[in-house]
């Protein structure tokens, strides 16, 4: 457990179902430790996604607004120039509970990222009136983009065919899928002030007003001055795609995690599946999708 972990932990093969989801083995004991021990705040703001569906773009966002009087977003100074944004926008679950622990020492508004499942979070989160942004992505893409990042971060063992098999089963990184969209769908139906729930799909068509709604939400809202000096269309640019895949500190060099850095930036668009899927397989993911979002409101 306190060996540095390797791209090999977050493989299919490697996880475990606790809660009715699958977690890294690896991170096992830190989640447990997570849920008796981490205390929210009110002021928190947390950062809730599946792998692979944007997590990357909104913490650059989030980090970008939150921190946009400190650092100008137009300044080449700016920590996101320097930083990939994981470095600078740490993960609950995977910090070392120790003097070394990010989320811990930051200044607020902590800004926290984390995989967990609405189940799995811990009871201060769940109590706390922190807000929680979740993000997800259409299902094809993200198993796509998935499969991807495994396979540029530990090339010999995955397969095609048989992680495609596991995601439909919903054994992934912290799948099923679609139960985890649903539960915080669910709560943000039930708790829209506490959280607002985001598709990959709508940022990408209409990001300067999500941005402006992502800003209001976590209590950073746009002013009038600011719209009339273009902040929105600023951070927007620091935060792109082509501006974030083509910096040096993101194309070289690992995380922590143990992933290289420039696997967080494949090709950042909607309906890359097409390219990939077979129709059958398309047609699959359509289907467990309908079943088991159901009459829930939420679809892809
Ligand atoms: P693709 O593999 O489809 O290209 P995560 O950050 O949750 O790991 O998700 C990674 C996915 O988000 C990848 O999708 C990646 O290319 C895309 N991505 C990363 N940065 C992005 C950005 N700034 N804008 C849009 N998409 C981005």
Not at 33 to 54: E, Y
Not at 144 to 155: A, G, Q, V
């Amino acid at each position: 457990i306190s060996s540095l972990p390797t791209e090999k932990d977050w493989v299919p093969g490697n996880l475990y179902q606790y809660q009715g989801f699958w977690h890294p083995s690896k991170y096992l004991q830190k989640i447990l430790t997570c849920q008796n021990q981490f205390q929210a705040r009110a002021s928190d703001i947390f950062l809730v996604t599946l792998p692979k569906s944007g997590t990357t773009w909104l913490k650059a966002m989030v980090f970008a607004l939150v921190n946009r009087t400190t650092y100008d977003p137009k300044s080449t100074q700016h920590p996101l120039v320097s930083n990939n944004p994981h470095e600078l926008f740490p993960f609950l679950e995977f910090e070392p509970r120790n003097d070394d622990n990010q989320v811990d020492s930051s200044p607020p508004p902590r800004l926290i990222a984390t995989h967990l499942p609405l189940v799995s979070l811990p009871e201060s989160v769940k109590k706390s009136a922190c807000k929680l942004v979740y993000l997800c992505r259409n299902p094809k893409d993200n198993f796509l983009s998935l499969w991807h990042w495994h396979f540029s971060n530990n090339p010999t063992t995955e397969k095609w065919e048989e992680t495609f098999e596991k995601f439909s089963r919903g054994v992934n990184l912290y799948g099923p899928f679609w139960d985890h969209a649903l539960g915080y769908w669910k709560q943000s139906l039930e708790n829209p002030e506490r959280v607002l729930f985001f598709k990959y799909e709508e940022l990408k068509e209409d990001p300067g007003n999500h941005l402006r709604k992502l800003a209001e939400f976590i209590g950073f809202p746009i002013s009038k001055e600011e719209e009339s000096f273009n902040v929105v269309d600023q951070i927007l640019e620091l935060c792109s795609f082509d501006h974030l895949s083509n910096l040096e500190v993101n194309r070289t060099g690992k995380l922590l995690s143990g992933h290289n850095k420039s696997s967080f930036f494949r090709r950042g668009e909607v309906g890359d599946w097409k390219n990939h899927l077979t129709p059958k397989m398309a047609q699959k993911l359509d289907e467990i999708t309908k079943e088991k979002l159901g009459a829930s409101g939420l679809t892809f």
